[in-house]
């Protein structure tokens, strides 16, 4: 008999303008654990609140990332796929965990922390947040989180909470286990620091091939003069290119720029085809995608029918026990 699969959940902000690094870095690693868990993957918009203030950027968002998940390959029949908001009563969770969860617990994290150490404002969202993520985790029964290292103490706050909430009623809420991702790679940008949208030096993952080109021949490079020899080991161009080609093609075109005679150019025009290889149908599928309103909007309906099924059982369960009938 086969045994029934792990259940594992990841939330996206939506963003809008995805690179290359949140494709390699987040979705791609994402959509690999489909293969092997029952995933369930949100769009965390009730997340974004605590930050913008853009109420119609944030409902563009939430379809640019609906077009993203289907342009990447995420099969919506076998997966869940929905819009936090869809289901109001993560946030009627996050109140029953708030009653049984101490300040203390909150004021040791991360993000609270780093931005009192900033001296920002914190409204009560981004000091509250935590809970929001455990009630987002413990909502739909949840068994694994995939967290980089840095994120395990959310899936621990989140467990922490379920276990006072168990404590107080009585076995209610799946303890989820942190699935820790192995060290995900950096993706360099165009300037050879961490590719980010604030340092402007980002790759974006479906712009048109001409912007394509245009950004990859920015690439900041040294200034060897065309007949010198170049080592493509250590360069930026060579440290995406590796991500994009196979080692065959890298070692030749490795080869050809030690020889000498090969300018940064052709090299970068290279690694321009390598991308667009890539990303083309991918970009082709989100392109489609996007403009297919209907479309998007039917993906985000039968995701929230499937996510209120699981929801509505466990918002049942949890309202009984606390005493509310
Ligand atoms: P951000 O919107 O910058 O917080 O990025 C969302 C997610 O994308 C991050 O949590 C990372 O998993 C991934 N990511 C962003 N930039 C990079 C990068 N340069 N290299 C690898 N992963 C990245």
Redesign the pocket.
Known sequence: MSQKKKRSLTG??P?GN??????????R?ALELSKSYDCIYFIADLHSLTQTRDAQALASQVLDQVATWLAIGLDTDKHILFRQSDVPSVTELTWYLSCVTGHGLLEKAHAFKDAQAKGQEVNMGTFCYPILMAADILLYDTDVVPV?KD?KQHVEMARDMAGSLNAAYGELLVLPEPLIQEE??????LDGR?????YNN?VPLFCDEKTLRKKLMSLKTDSTGMEEPKALDGSTVGDLFKLFATKAQYDDLSARLAKGGMGWGHAKEELFVAINDHVKEMRERYVACRKDEALLQRELAKGAEKAQAVASQTIKRVRQAVGLR
């Open positions: 996206l902000k963003t995805l690179h290359l690094g949140n494709y390699l870095g987040a979705l690693p980089g994120q995900v790679m950096l993706i360099p940008g961490k590719m980010s949208k604030s980002e």
